[in-house]
């Protein structure tokens, strides 16, 4: 749905028009009120989204990102790809905190990981959703 003024944004508008209702009611002029037009999906998809709205994928928490990051301190790149029992021993070398090094030990056997992303998706934790790399 187009807009006949497109000189300045709907906030504006909406702006100009609660003007207009309240010069109705102190001032002289006479101003026949009219409800605002409902939002179209176009407007909708320009408001901005509140962190941890539900508008799409799961999105992980500040907390969960904080969690993989230090999980992925104890896992070094040459790990990777690696089997659970090859990560458990590699954190374990690495002198990583129990509560890590149990992370890794509740990964299933004999799957192989080539990211930190994927382990923490296994261990059941939320990812950002990622595009898939075009053809």
Do not use: C, F
């Amino acid at each position: 749905m187009e807009r006949g003024n497109t000189k300045h944004s709907r906030h504006l508008d909406d702006e100009m028009a609660r003007e207009a209702r309240e010069q109705n009611v102190t001032g002289s002029r006479v101003v026949q009120e009219r409800p605002l037009p409902e939002p179209d999906a176009e407007d909708e998809a320009r408001q901005p989204r509140l962190y941890g709205e539900v508008t799409g994928p799961p999105v992980p928490t500040p907390e969960e990102i904080d969690g993989r990051s230090e999980l992925g301190r104890w896992i070094p790149r040459s790990a990777l790809p690696g089997d659970r029992d090859a990560l458990v021993e590699v954190v374990r070398e690495a002198g990583a905190p129990d509560g890590i090094v149990a992370q890794i030990e509740a990964l299933p056997p004999g799957t192989w990981y080539e990211t930190v992303v994927q382990i923490w998706g296994a261990l059941g934790h939320e990812n950002e959703a990622r595009e898939s790399p075009v053809p």
